[in-house]
């Protein structure tokens, strides 16, 4: 059974910082991508960063620069280092495992997530 728990998340002002970690058992995790999404009202689910099992990194837009995404294979667990943060990224960020070694922003390319972790930021 797949178990997908993110720690880290709370409250800070704006250009403060947070790291999100998220932690996975019961599944291969070096072998497949990981990423972080977070929900965006009347839409759903939108990425925010993602990182291959060889490492590779994407970003939205608006958080490059800003975000860093990585991954401890030996701790099965990913990050998201958030700095310079904006009142705009308040929101609950979900932890995404891949069902393949490559992924983009798709959701269909995901088949376990997490329950969430709340960011909130304050101007």
């Known amino acids: 059974q797949v178990h997908v728990v993110e720690s880290g998340g709370g409250s800070v002002e704006a250009g403060g910082s947070l790291t999100l970690s998220c932690t996975v058992s019961?599944?291969?995790?070096?072998?497949?991508?990981m990423a972080w999404f977070r929900q965006v009202p009347g839409k759903g689910r939108e990425g925010v960063a993602e990182?291959?099992?060889?490492?590779?990194?994407l970003y939205r837009d608006d958080v490059e620069g800003r975000f860093s995404i990585s991954r401890d294979n030996a701790k099965s667990t990913v990050y998201l280092q958030m700095n310079s943060l904006k009142s705009e990224d308040s929101n609950t960020y979900s932890c995404?495992?891949?069902?393949?070694?490559?992924?983009?922003?798709?959701?269909?390319?995901?088949?376990?997530w997490g329950q969430g972790t709340q960011v909130t930021v304050s101007s």
């Open positions: 995404a495992v891949g069902n393949s070694m490559f992924c983009r922003f798709h959701p269909s390319d995901f088949d376990y």
């Open positions: 019961g599944y291969d995790f070096n072998r497949y991508c």
């Open positions: 990182i291959d099992a060889g490492g590779s990194t």
